[in-house]
């Protein structure tokens, strides 16, 4: 029998251009130690970490890296650098180990780092891939808990459906069915095997309470495949799909 599957930080006197400019091509991130970065510090989040709009070149002519020179903007974007706040302070108070060629160094390789990552993440994209001959034409009927374990046991999600939902008593018993099935998916594998006859037992019961008002169970296994992401081949990704009918569904395929 089968079933069709129907506080802190600087603020600098630097313009918001140059200042979108900055973060963005920065990634939101330090361009020492790539931590992540916010504009400001959030109520909720007492470790938030600030990001400070640091001057290559200090425009101060006391301030790290200072350079006397004529109309030169020491608010654009191309003198200012993203920084923790350590790092911030590490550049300024070691200035002549952090010279100006080597801050603007750091800054473009860490621009071109951002840059290539970004452009991974678009070429790649995280995703599921379904594979035709993989599909599940028809469901196939499920009348005890050993061959319901058996479609179950190992699967990485769950795909579940069910009828139209005719009265309160269906529709506890289904939401039942559904969520003791996710349990074991999520738990299985803390059962040692001489323990899995209870698990079918309890399954056995699961199936003959809906069984008790007219509901059949049908099911089958489908293998998926994660792709993209930093993974560089697809990996398997094993669904069980579980349908719960009515007996008198006209989808049911008598055999």
């Not at 790539?34 to 070149?57: D, N, P, W, Y």
């Not at 379904?130 to 999600?157: C, H, Q, S, W, Y």
């Not at 399954?203 to 993974?231: A, H, Q, R």
Request: net charge negative; glycine share 6%; charged share 30%.
């Amino acid at each position: 029998m089968q079933c069709n599957i129907p506080k802190g930080g600087i603020l600098l006197a630097t313009s918001d251009k140059a200042r979108k400019l900055l973060w963005g091509k920065s990634g939101n991130r330090c361009a020492i130690c790539r931590v992540a970065l916010s504009v400001e510090k959030f109520e909720s989040a007492e470790e938030t970490l600030i990001g400070e709009e640091c001057h290559i070149i200090s425009k101060s002519k006391q301030g790290p890296r200072h350079e006397e020179k004529e109309s030169f903007d020491y608010d654009s974007y191309e003198n200012l650098i993203l920084l923790c706040r350590n790092h911030h302070s590490l550049i300024d108070q070691q200035w002549e180990t952090y010279t100006t060629k080597l801050i603007k160094e750091i800054k473009r390789n860490h621009e071109k780092w951002v840059s290539e990552k970004l452009h991974d993440e678009k070429k790649t994209p995280g995703g599921i891939k379904r594979i035709e001959k993989n599909i599940p034409k028809v469901l196939t009927a499920i009348k005890d808990g050993k061959t319901l374990f058996g479609l179950i046991k190992g699967v990485m999600a769950l795909s579940f459906d069910y009828d139209e939902i005719r009265n309160d008593l269906e529709k506890e018993i289904i939401q039942e069915f559904n969520c003791y099935i996710s349990e074991i998916i999520d738990v299985w594998d803390l059962y040692e095997g001489s323990s899995y006859i209870e698990l079918h037992l309890m399954l056995d019961e699961k199936i003959k309470k809906l069984g008790d008002i007219g509901i059949m169970v049908f099911g089958e296994n489908e293998m998926m495949y994660l792709t993209g992401g930093n993974t560089p081949e697809d990996t398997p990704w094993r669904v069980v799909h579980i349908k719960v009918v009515h007996s008198d569904n006209s989808e049911i395929i008598k055999s």
